[in-house]
């Protein structure tokens, strides 16, 4: 797998923003003993371990937003001929037979170079797979 835009991921880095924020936060507060807050106690303290993993859970969902977010933005590409494996494959191969790919290079004419990238590609092709070629200088033409 590759990026198109690899230089995007730099913004994965973006995932401690939360994660400064949380730590700041937490700091902030102050404890303030008061009367009532003893009756609060023992409620606070069965509810403290599942509010602490609920806030692990957020804090954790609030940190991968912004690298997911970086990672989608690099464009990620699958890459490498392990994708199709070995299966047939259908392919339809258009070429263009009219005035202007007559025109001559220094290897030859295009359209002598365009029918030597299609047998390139056609040989390339798993067995099974299904071939069809067309000219399409004026009226199309399927060959075979």
């Known amino acids: 797998m590759s990026l198109l835009n690899p230089l995007l991921a730099i913004g994965a880095g973006a995932l401690l923003i939360p994660l ?11 404890t303030i003993e008061w009367g009532a807050m003893h009756l609060l106690e023992s ?9 602490r993993i609920d806030q692990l859970i957020l804090l954790l969902i609030r940190c991968l937003i912004p690298a ?13 001929g392990g994708l199709l494996g070995d299966a047939p ?15 001559a290079d220094p290897g030859g004419t295009r359209f002598t170079a365009a029918v030597e990238s299609a047998c390139r590609v056609i ?7 299904q071939v069809a070629v067309v000219l399409t200088g004026g ?5 075979f």
């Open 139 to 143: 009226r199309p033409t399927p060959l």
């Open 89 to 103: 494959v259908a392919l339809a191969v258009v070429l263009d037979n009219s005035y202007s790919m007559e025109a």
């Open 123 to 129: 040989g390339e092709l798993p067995r099974g797979s």
């Open 20 to 30: 400064l924020i949380h730590i700041f936060n937490r700091s902030r507060f102050r």
């Open 43 to 51: 409620v606070i303290s069965q509810n403290r371990r599942r509010l």
């Open 68 to 80: 997911v977010l970086a990672f989608c933005l690099a464009r990620p590409v699958l890459t490498g």
